[in-house]
């Protein structure tokens, strides 16, 4: 089983550290963590084809670790706003799309509405019907979930775990309960 | 050609309008367009098996509606914060995963890493390599790119194409020229 681990971890000052912590559980339970910056071929760093950029590169590295694991777990902690990394969200909608079991967790248990009321301070209105909109006018979701509904609803339907709980602030990014949970999850095969 | 019609445009005061204005874009390049909140399968509500709530129905219904599109436009204006929707980003993904065309407008044009800048304000620091990094030590990408590597990643390596442009700040969610411009590269057969 190899397991794709998507994540702002990558963003982290060590992410080198993150990805070995997260590799090591992964044996622990007789499974093969990938971490996005691993090199792709492992033996031949050229084979990627003609990268316009290195950030294309990058993308067509992540795209061939996605395409090469056989479920995910996702740090669906909120990062820089209401939701989740962007980049992680991109992916675990990919490997839904793919039928390959994706799981998340969050290191921050407070739900996707409140979130986003906050986020929105003084700037948040609900209209007559009791929706809350944004200045734009714009609604906000409002189905007592941890992040916007492609989210939960992918991890849902695919069988996954998406495990929450509150850790204190200076740890979210690091703090490994909720992955390792959603590890014991899918290797029980529950997933 | 279905194209499957991503965006925040279903958080509008009225989807409705906005799923109408696209489609008939759409009608006139010859394609037919998929809004999330039409039904599926028209014919038979029933059919979505046994939703364990609304969200899991709406989830369910959008799934069904992405794998029975040939492509997707996605409106990655960015939406309560530096990226675009989290569930459109979702989308984006679960597309490229199936291999096929992938597009995307914005109608704010500055760029990722200075809207993040931006969203940071004081909290944001330089390392001493000038590498950019927030509150919690975590690197800010700097690719000069519109969104996330893996958004503007998926876009470029299915041949789609991303239209940037600015609007006035009201028109923001609702102008089309740049979804317009996604349609006419998509219909004559580029992407």
Redesign the interface.
Known sequence: MRIYLAG?DV???DPGAAAAAKKALCVAYGAIGIFPTDPWPPSDPLALAQP?????S???R??AH??DCDALIANLTPF????????T??????????QRPVLGYSNVARRFTDR?LR??GDSARQRPDGVW??A??????D?D?H????????I??SGGALIVRDVSPEQR?TDLIGFEACLAHLMSGAA
């Open positions: 702002p963003f982290l000052p316009r950029s290195r950030a294309m990058i993308y067509a992540n795209e996605l395409r820089r706003g209401p939701s989740a990394d962007a980049g969200v991109y992916e675990l909608g990919f490997m839904r799309a793919l986003t986020s929105l909109e944004d734009d006018h714009m609604s906000l979701e189905f979930l992040d916007n509904l492609m989210i939960d609803g992918g849902a339907l990014f």
